[in-house]
């Protein structure tokens, strides 16, 4: 099956620093991906939409200034969390998708982030 | 809006028990209804899926049968092995496009 990956799996950074996360689709071109958060014993919480080449797509009150994503090939897009407070500790995970069919779509392993 | 309620975990059960996994929302419109899968260190993967009333989704000897009268969706399966030990997910989707709503995962812990 279609594989991606996230990089880093974990990743431990100072408050007030930015931090980038890569989503990258292995083995198929992905026109768009989708970032999600979790929180502990919470639900998947979509973030944004991104189709390549054009500007992300943002849920409701998700800071766009503050979750940067770029979707700049079909196999790459990044998260990077501006100016990270503690507050932003987070699980991120992205998925990727080839088509408008939802069932045909594959998610990242997710990566850990702690803000301290 | 849309929402998702899974049993809380973590479930722990013997191998070859037998397996449910509740799950109920609530959504606008008629929603199509997914199980996800995520094993330890991978990403969601999809289990099964059920797009209207009645439907029976099926996959890896799991069930689960979309059941409008209650809003349910319960993961069921009848024997279960170690392997099975995973994080699982309920998710919906309304009115076309990518965006799913996801419960907040049941961690299954299956023993010998």
């Known amino acids: 099956g279609a594989v991606v990956s996230q990089h880093p799996s974990r990743v431990i950074c100072k408050s007030g620093t930015s931090v980038k996360i890569e989503c990258r689709s292995l083995?198929?071109?992905?026109?768009?991906m989708f970032w999600y958060r979790q929180f502990p014993k919470k639900s998947l919480m979509l973030m944004a939409t991104?189709?390549?080449?054009?500007?992300?797509?943002?849920e409701q009150g998700v800071e766009k200034d503050k979750f940067l994503i770029n979707h700049a090939s079909l196999t790459l897009s990044t998260l990077t969390v501006t100016s990270a407070h503690p507050e932003d500790s987070s699980f991120y995970i992205c998925?990727?998708?080839?088509?408008?069919?939802?069932?045909?779509?594959?998610f990242g392993p997710g990566t850990r982030l702690t803000v301290t | 809006g849309n929402s998702v309620t899974q049993m809380e975990g973590p479930v722990t059960l013997s191998e070859e028990a037998f397996l449910t996994i509740n799950c109920t929302y609530t959504?606008?419109?008629?929603?199509?209804l997914f199980w996800y899968v995520q094993y330890p260190g991978e990403g969601l993967q999809l289990l099964l899926k059920?797009?209207?009333?009645?439907d029976k989704g099926s996959n890896k000897g799991f069930e689960a049968t979309y059941r409008k009268e209650t809003t349910s969706f319960h993961l069921e399966k009848g024997s279960v092995q170690v392997s099975d030990s995973a994080v699982y997910f309920c998710?919906?989707?309304?009115?076309?496009?990518?965006?799913?709503?996801f419960g907040t995962g049941t961690q299954l812990k299956v023993e010998l």
């Open positions: 998925s990727a998708a080839t088509s408008g069919r939802i069932d045909e779509q594959y």
């Open positions: 083995d198929f071109q992905a026109t768009t």
């Open positions: 991104s189709n390549e080449g054009s500007k992300a797509t943002y």
């Open positions: 959504a606008t419109g008629y929603p199509s």
């Open positions: 059920a797009t209207k009333a009645d």
């Open positions: 998710a919906l989707s309304t009115g076309g496009g990518n965006k799913l709503t």
